[in-house]
């Protein structure tokens, strides 16, 4: 850490942010020098990410991250870019029942939202060995099952283009002062994994009237949903765990990673516990008949901004939503994917229905849209650059 005597990139002093209620944490270049120092801007009561030793923060290199994630040039075709799935009007999410790969393919999984990823030790819906940042942009650019970015076979051409542009270029030996090469595949997930942490969302209407205690941030009814949520009747905590409203997480001091898996009836084929291939969450990565079903917690910050929801994007709505989780789980009565999900014999313990008037109904959506954050989906930092395509 060291003593910011310059501004920073928020145009306030380190003294100005404090008295706002902000943490600055200061970090030094490996050299010490404050040249190169990155600021993380933070409420008082937000923990710290947890950054690898082999990565450190830099401006540069999440300036450089940032342009990489949206530089569709690392596509097969050129038409999409990290930033074509997550959008950041739509909270990092794209909108879309499933995702689109580059080739026009649908995957089965939803694209889920990226923000607060700095603390999140599991990176996508089911698959545990899927921890760091640093090597999750592999998946998607050179995934053939499903195709992505298709960019299989293509790292020399990935190098080739980058080295060839002069700005890419510069930017990279700025970002990556002590590598002997400069433009490599690992720089490239090394610098989209720097702006990936940066995305960290705490300044929704409620984290103002919660953590700031400002009582009019948010609405007479938003503060009867809130109690609804975190009430024994609902149980909506349990899974989602304030600040971060999922119960998968970590940061800088806490002892052990938290990390769950929940099966939520959303299936439950001939009435056996299945669940659609290949969409059978952590069991098809351990082949545990009683991780069938199983998908990590996705957070509720933003979650206005989110839908459709579930790992398969297969309800539309927050009220949609709550009528599921109110049954204990999803009844299909027909077709090849009936079943009553309620009577799962995997199911969670904690999903256990609920009844809800149609106020309460209300309170509830009116307290989860309280966790939307406007200042995050408008912030510069985390668009796409203004000399980029403004249109994934």
């Known amino acids: 850490m060291g003593k910011l005597t310059k501004f920073i990139p928020w145009k306030l002093t380190q003294s100005k942010w404090i008295a706002l209620g902000f943490t600055v944490v200061i970090l030094l270049s490996s050299d010490g020098s404050a040249e190169n120092e990155f600021v993380w801007k933070l409420p008082s009561w937000a923990p710290l990410p947890i950054v690898p030793a082999n990565n450190p923060m830099s401006e540069d290199k999440v300036e450089l ?30 909108g879309r029942r499933t995702a689109l790969g580059a080739t026009g393919k649908s995957h089965t999984l939803n694209s889920p939202t990226i923000i607060n990823v700095a603390y999140s030790p599991i990176l996508t819906w089911a698959d545990p060995s899927s921890r760091l940042l640093e090597e999750h942009p592999l998946k998607p650019l050179f995934n053939i099952n499903p195709i992505e970015m298709g960019m299989s076979g293509q790292e020399k051409r990935i190098i080739e283009t980058l080295e060839s542009d002069p700005d890419y270029s510069s930017r990279f030996r700025d970002s990556f002062p002590q590598s002997q090469i400069k433009v490599s595949i690992r720089n490239i997930t090394k610098a989209i994994a720097a702006f990936q942490r940066t995305l960290i969302s705490f300044s929704s209407p409620y984290d103002e009237y919660r953590y700031n205690q400002n009582k009019s941030a ?21 899974c989602h765990q304030a600040p ?18 929940h099966n939520t009836g959303l299936y439950n084929l001939f009435g056996k516990g299945g669940y659609p291939f290949p969409n ?3 069991h098809r990565h351990t082949g545990k008949p009683e991780d069938m079903g199983r998908f990590r917690t996705p957070t509720l910050r933003n979650i206005a901004l989110t839908a459709p929801y579930m790992h ?9 939503v709550l009528e599921f989780y109110s049954r204990g789980g999803r009844n299909v009565k027909s077709g090849p994917l ?20 149609d106020a309460e109904m209300t309170d509830v959506i009116s307290f989860l849209k309280s966790l939307t954050d406007i200042t995050f989906i408008k912030n510069r930092n985390y668009g796409i650059p203004k000399e980029f395509s403004a249109t994934p």
């Open 65 to 94: 991250g940032r342009r990489l994630f949206y530089e569709k040039k690392l596509s097969i075709n050129k038409t999409m870019s990290c930033g074509t799935c997550h959008l950041q009007e739509k909270a990092f999410s794209d």
């Open 218 to 238: 948010i609405s007479e009814s938003a503060k009867k949903g809130e109690k609804l949520f975190f009430s024994e009747r609902l149980n909506c905590f349990q």
């Open 244 to 261: 971060f409203f999922t119960d998968s997480y970590t940061y800088r001091g806490l002892p052990f990673e938290e990390i769950a898996f």
């Open 280 to 282: 059978t969450g952590l």
């Open 312 to 320: 398969d994007g297969s309800i539309n709505s927050l009220r949609a």
């Open 338 to 357: 009936s079943g009553d999900g309620a009577k799962n014999i995997f199911k969670s313990s904690f999903v256990k229905g609920f009844t809800l008037s």
